[in-house]
C-alpha cells in the first residue's frame, strides 16, 4: 500500500473517530434539551393551575359564607312568615266576634226600626196621617192638654232618642266592618311581601348552590390536573436524568468501541407487539373501573384499575418496553406516523378535555383498547360516533 493511501485511511479513521463521538453527544443534548423545555412547559402549567385552584378554593369558601348567611334570612322569613300567618289567624278570630257584635247591632237597629215604623203606623188613621199637633188639638180639657203634651213630648225624645241610638249603631257597625278590613288587607300584603322574599331568597340559594356544585367540580378536575402534571413532571425529570445517563454511557461505549476500532454501534428497542395488544385481554370481563392515575402499582394492576396512560404504559412493559404513564410523555414517545401507516400495536390519540387528552392502543379495523372512563379496560370503535369525532390523528410508533 502506497503512503499515499495509508494517509487518507488514517485521515479518514480519526475523522470516525472524533466524529461519532460528537454526533452521540448532540443527539442526546437534543434529547436532554427537548425534555428539559417540555418539564418548564409542564412547570408553567402546573404553576398555572396552582394558583387557579387557590383561587376556586377562595372562591367556594366566601360562597359558603355567603350561603350561610342567605340560610339564616329564610329562617328569619319564615319565622315572619309563621308570625304573620298566626296574626292573620288571630285577626280573623277577632273578625268572627266583631262579626257576633255587628249581628247584634244589626239586630237592635231593626228592632229600634220596627218601633219606629209601630209608632208611625198608630199615628196614621184611615189611610191619613195623625200629626202630634192633631193629637194636641184633640183635648178635652186644659188638663188633658197638659197631659196630651207631655206624652207628646216624651214620644217625641224616645223616637228622636231610638233614632240617635239607631244612627250610633249604624256607625258604629260601619267603623268595625272598615277597622276589620283594613287590618286584614295589611296582613295579607305583608304575607304576600314576605312570601316574595322567601322565592327570591330561596332562587338566590338555588344559584349558589348551583354555583357551588360547579366550583366543586372546577375544583375537582384541577386537582386531577394538577395531579397528572405533577406526574408528568415526576417522569419528565425521570427522562431528564436517564437521557443524561445514557449520554454519558454511550460516551464511554463509543469511546471503548473506539479504542477497539469500532466504527459504529447500533441499538434497537426490543419487544413483541403481540404482547402488548393482547395484555388486556384478561380485563375484557367488564370488572375493570377507570381511576385517575391508576395502573401504576401491583395493587391497582391486580384489581384492574387503570387510567388510558397509565394502561398503555403497563402494556408495553408487559412486552419488555418501558414508555411514559402519562399522556404528555407518550405523545413524544417512539415515531409518529401517518394515519394511513397506522398498524396494531402504534399508540392513537384523541382530543377530549385537552389535546391528546386520551390514549390507547390500536388493533386494527378501526378499534383500540384503553381504559376509559365509562367502561374500564375495553374495546372501542374510532371509526364512527365519539371516539372518531375525538381522535386527533395523531399516532405514535413505538416497536416496529
Not at 30 to 57: M, P, Y
Not at 105 to 121: F, G, T, W
Not at 369 to 397: C, E, L, P
Request: charged share 30%; proline share 0%.
Amino acid at each position: 500500500m502506497s503512503f499515499k493511501k495509508v494517509f487518507v485511511s488514517l485521515i479518514l479513521s480519526l475523522g470516525i473517530f472524533f466524529l461519532l463521538p460528537s454526533m452521540g453527544i448532540t443527539v442526546e443534548a437534543s434529547r436532554e434539551s427537548e425534555l428539559r423545555s417540555e418539564r418548564t412547559e409542564i412547570q408553567s402549567e402546573l404553576k398555572e393551575k396552582r394558583e387557579e385552584l387557590e383561587a376556586l378554593q377562595a372562591e367556594l369558601v366566601e360562597l359558603e359564607d355567603e350561603i350561610e348567611i342567605i340560610n339564616e334570612i329564610i329562617e328569619s322569613n319564615e319565622l315572619e312568615i309563621e308570625k304573620t300567618v298566626a296574626s292573620i289567624r288571630e285577626s280573623e278570630e277577632e273578625i268572627a266576634v266583631l262579626e257576633e257584635e255587628i249581628e247584634k247591632l244589626e239586630i237592635d237597629i231593626q228592632r229600634r226600626h220596627d218601633i219606629l215604623k209601630d209608632r208611625a203606623s198608630a199615628l196614621q188613621k184611615n189611610g191619613g196621617t195623625l200629626s202630634y199637633i192633631d193629637v194636641l188639638f184633640g183635648a178635652q180639657s186644659f188638663s188633658d192638654l197638659i197631659d196630651r203634651v207631655s206624652v207628646v213630648t216624651k214620644i217625641a225624645q224616645s223616637d228622636q232618642n231610638l233614632i240617635q241610638r239607631l244612627q250610633e249603631d249604624q256607625d258604629e257597625v260601619a267603623s268595625q266592618r272598615q277597622i276589620v278590613e283594613e287590618k286584614l288587607v295589611e296582613l295579607e300584603n305583608a304575607k304576600l311581601e314576605l312570601e316574595h322574599i322567601q322565592e327570591l331568597t330561596l332562587e338566590q340559594k338555588e344559584i349558589n348552590e348551583a354555583k357551588q356544585v360547579e366550583l366543586e367540580e372546577k375544583k375537582e378536575t384541577s386537582e386531577q390536573l394538577i395531579q397528572e402534571l405533577e406526574i408528568e413532571d415526576r417522569e419528565l425529570q425521570q427522562m431528564i436524568e436517564q437521557a443524561r445517563l445514557a449520554s454519558t454511557q454511550s460516551n464511554i461505549v463509543q469511546y471503548s468501541n473506539q479504542t477497539e476500532g469500532a466504527t459504529s454501534i447500533a441499538t434497537t428497542a426490543s419487544g413483541d407487539i403481540n404482547t402488548v395488544i393482547s395484555a388486556g385481554n384478561r380485563y375484557l370481563n367488564g370488572n375493570t373501573r377507570y381511576k385517575y392515575a391508576g395502573g401504576r402499582n401491583a395493587s391497582d394492576v391486580e384489581n384492574g384499575l387503570f387510567d388510558c396512560s397509565g394502561y398503555v404504559s403497563w402494556a408495553f412493559r408487559q412486552a419488555g418496553v418501558t414508555v411514559s404513564a402519562s399522556t404528555s410523555g407518550l405523545s413524544s414517545t417512539g415515531t409518529k406516523v401517518s394515519t394511513s401507516e397506522m398498524q396494531p400495536g402504534d399508540i392513537v390519540f384523541f382530543n377530549t378535555y385537552k389535546t391528546d387528552g386520551h390514549v390507547g392502543i390500536y388493533l386494527g379495523n378501526n378499534k383500540f383498547i384503553g381504559s376509559q372512563s365509562s367502561t374500564g379496560v375495553a374495546i372501542a370503535d374510532m371509526g364512527s360516533g365519539y371516539w372518531a369525532n375525538k381522535f386527533s390523528g395523531h399516532v405514535r410508533r413505538v416497536i416496529n
